[in-house]
Nanobody, 121 residues
């Protein structure tokens, strides 16, 4: 069973920084794409950033230049460094892993439980 466990959310003032981590556990051989999504109250879940196993990254326009995604393939862990946070970044942040190759097969689109990020003005 593959599980994603997030950590690092919390309350921060505008202009501050937070670092989110997400570790995938289980007998995993590889993960193709890992990413972070967020969902604010009353809004749809949206992509924040993603990173391939080879290191190619993609960002939402709203976070470019402020957020940095990275991963450690050996640890099956993805990180999101969030700087210059704004109140509009407030949301539940979800970790996502796609094409997870593990001992029992391949899983698509696995999600973590979410971690709350609140930015006060």
């Amino acid at each position: 069973q593959v599980q994603l466990v997030e950590s690092g959310g919390g309350l921060v003032q505008a202009g501050g920084s937070l670092r989110l981590s997400c570790a995938a556990s289980g007998l995993i051989f590889s993960i193709n794409v890992m990413g972070w999504y967020r969902q604010a109250p009353g809004k749809q879940r949206e992509l924040v950033a993603s990173i391939t196993r080879g290191g190619s990254t993609r960002y939402a326009n709203s976070v470019k230049g402020r957020f940095t995604i990275s991963r450690d393939n050996a640890k099956n862990t993805v990180y999101l460094q969030m700087n210059s946070l704004k109140p509009e970044d407030t949301a539940v942040y979800y970790c996502n892993a796609d094409e997870v190759v593990h001992l029992s097969g391949t899983d698509s689109n696995r999600w973590g439980q979410g971690t709350q990020v609140t930015v006060s003005s």
